[in-house]
């Protein structure tokens, strides 16, 4: 998806933030920045912190924002898998042959990852170069002189994983709907033509080949497939999970807390209950019992049941059922 239309400038500021191996966690800049104007018209943009990821973390559109949350609450613990390692949103698609996008990164040393043939070459193999955008730089520049330059295509969200084989990563391809996976940008709210039809049906099916040679499997998801309830849990969970303690000193007594949550959980009080019985017995805040309750929830170091309404004055429920089981398939590597 393009934000704004490709020119030279933005050529640059990509390849600055994104040329090169693959940065990780802190270091990692998007390719469009939501500070830049990057955005498409008529979305609804947002940052969240992560401190597991610590950085900000765009989602473009507000159709990206329940599946950044999703990757986000995805398994970070040891004894769990498939585990999140890393998020790239906004990941570019590099137009010349590059390495995997995993290929640098610390848990993969020691280990061979397939080559990536770029862009350009796969337009070509589709007999569609000729459609592969392209931007000119300008007379004076020291070095091109004028020439036409290829402009990269962006993705969307690129989880990396790691289970017991090692680490790998799949593609989401996100829109507000599954027909606008068949009409480009510019033409979502008019009636689609072929020709409009099949110049977005080659930039997805680019962008699945792109990743495939990497065998990274290309997923096309749109919010309605996740649960309703599910979207709205994970958004409020996140804003605890993304703030930090009134006192410090809650650090200390976190694991104990979590501990006795736990083994709360069967009594089938109310979630604030269950916040002021841990503020009383561990002598810390209610603010702070809340941020080690539901922070611990979105962590999944407490597992509830997120499909149903999760609330201050509703009881909290057991997990029955799992959001990686249901939506595992978005998250496996290709067979």
Known sequence: MYARRPSFSRLEAILKRQAGPSKWLGDYQPANTISDGDCPKGTRPSCMADPFLNRIVQAQAGTEQVFVLLACHCPKLVDLRPKLIDLHEQKMLFFCPAPHPLQNHPLARGMQFPGLR???????ALGKLKDHPMVRAPRDHPVFKGCLLPFPYVGDILPCLID??????????????????????????????????????????????????????????VPKMVDNELSINLLDLFYWYARMPQDPGAIAVKEEVLAYYREQLPRDRLMHDHAKSAAQKFSISLHDAKWILKSGIFARQIRVELFRVVADNLPLRAEIHDPFVRYADWFRRLA
Not at 118 to 124: F, H, K, Q, R, S
């Open 164 to 221: 017991e084989i090692g680490p790998y990563a799949v593609n989401w391809s996100i829109k507000a709907t599954l027909e606008d996976f068949h009409r480009t940008y510019t033409r979502r709210n008019t009636p689609t033509s072929k020709e409009d039809r099949e110049k977005a049906e080659f930039r997805h099916e680019l962008e699945r080949l792109y990743y495939l040679d990497g065998q990274i499997p290309t997923h096309q998801l």
């Open 118 to 124: 770029g862009t350009l070459n796969i337009a070509e």
